[in-house]
């Protein structure tokens, strides 16, 4: 049974109670975690508060040097990591694979901004003074992550923390906790002082807002759910605690009458189908100009009826696992529903597959609709699953206006040969992102997050240091 990391012992629920982990293609239980307490809360929170004084004052090239050595570790772990992943999030070993090797390389990544973080000089109008600038770790944060991509979202919120000198205490998804446990005892196995890092498993419903309005909480990182992001920031007001909020998205991909429509479709499937279409940055509605769009829909289709074989997590041949939970596919299913209903044409997919092999798991194959309603629940919702609305414009102002009526903000895309179409996409979509030509795909050394209720505040990047630190002024006189 896994436990929980606190204050470097690992450890049971004080409750004694646990939960059961299942797997998405067949309902069997892989494993059992500990079901935490609102005391398992404040046991974690005061020993990452313990040792945040020592970790905040170590230098941070000796900071730097622990984590590129539990780079090392996680190396050594990722197989073994990869296979809980697949277990119990239901993604192909392959991608699970790939989100393991993430997490070493954001280790990495940070690892090199730990001893560069630094303020400024600032000449006052008083010439016998000076201002300067200090960044400040600041202090402990909690941790909150969803289960579509555990490791590479908690990832994004350990390393800025432990290059900045704070400490974490960590609440993973309760449906996907064991890979993300093994990660961080890996990881702390390079030699992490006790109370760095830690974790708290259980129900977000029972321990969470005991975590999110802990006084001694100094920020709040957190993916998952708009919905559950509201509820932490009304929370986090208790205490004026920071924030930063990386929720839910509906990115738009504009396809223009210039595009490359090879690469716009294999684009289009990856972006919307990979990891069966949970994903928070995915292809979730897509504009198609008149001219290109009867083409682009045939060899999209295609690819959606050949490219994408559902399957079992660990079968060699499977593009797409089983969706993470039964709750998780009724929704697309019924959104699905909902679109035909009122009229869609289903082009690819849009029921679950037949056969023994898919009677016990969540499957849904890749779905792709047209003559979607513009007010149909696909079009305005987050759709999180394999299933795609196709729209045609007239022109490009079209395209922008329709992709910036969702609520949503994160991430957006234009196929177009012609640059001035590219910049304006660029200039004129609301989001946090926007790729042009290009897969969606979040860069390490690109700051990432959301506008509108997708969210606010940045990971990777730089600038994700600044959100892990509080710049302070400092006057010097002359004494
Ligand atoms: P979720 O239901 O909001 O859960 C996310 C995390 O919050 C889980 O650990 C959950 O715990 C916990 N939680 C639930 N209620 C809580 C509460 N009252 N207080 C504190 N924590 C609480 O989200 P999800 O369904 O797992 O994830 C899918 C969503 O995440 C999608 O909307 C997706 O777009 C979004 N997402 C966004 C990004 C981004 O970077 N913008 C990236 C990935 C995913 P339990 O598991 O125990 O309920």
Known sequence: MAKMLIGGELVDAQGGKTIEVRNPANGEVVGQIPRGTTADVDAAV????????????????????????????????????AKLLAMEQGKPLAHAKIEAQRVAENLEYFAGLADKIRGDYIPLDDPSKFGITMRRPVGVVAAITPWNFPLTLFANKLCPALATGCTIVLKPASTTPLATQRAIEAINSAGFPPGVINTVHGAGSEIGDALVSHPKINKIAFTGQTATGKRIMELAAKNVTRVTLELGGSDAMIVADDADIRRATAAAAIGRFFNAGQACLAVKRIFLFEKIAEEFMTKFTERAQKEWKVGEQFAADTKMGPLHTEQQRAEVEAQVADAVK?????????????????????????????????????????????????????????????????????????????????????????????????????????????????????EHGVEAIESYTEKKSVVLGSG
């Open 342 to 458: 009122r009229g869609a044409k289903v082009l690819a997919g849009g029921k679950r597959p037949e056969g023994a092999e898919y009677s016990k798991g969540w499957f849904y194959p890749a779905t792709v609709l047209t003559d979607v309603p513009e007010d149909s629940r696909m079009a305005t919702e987050e759709v999180f699953g394999p299933a795609v609305p196709l729209f045609i414009v007239k022109e490009l102002d079209e395209a922008i206006t329709k992709a910036n009526s969702s609520i949503y903000g994160l991430g957006s895309s234009i196929f177009t040969k012609d640059m001035a179409k590219a910049r304006k996409a660029a200039e004129q979509l609301d989001a946090g992102y926007t790729w042009v030509n290009d897969i969606q795909i979040a860069y390490d050394q690109l700051p990432f997050g959301g506008a509108k209720q997708s969210g606010f505040g940045k």
């Open 46 to 81: 005061d020993a990452a508060r313990k040792a945040f004084p020592a970790w905040a004052a170590m230098p941070g090239s000796k900071r730097a040097k622990l984590m590129h050595a539990a780079a090392l570790k996680m190396h050594e772990v990722v197989d073994e990591v």
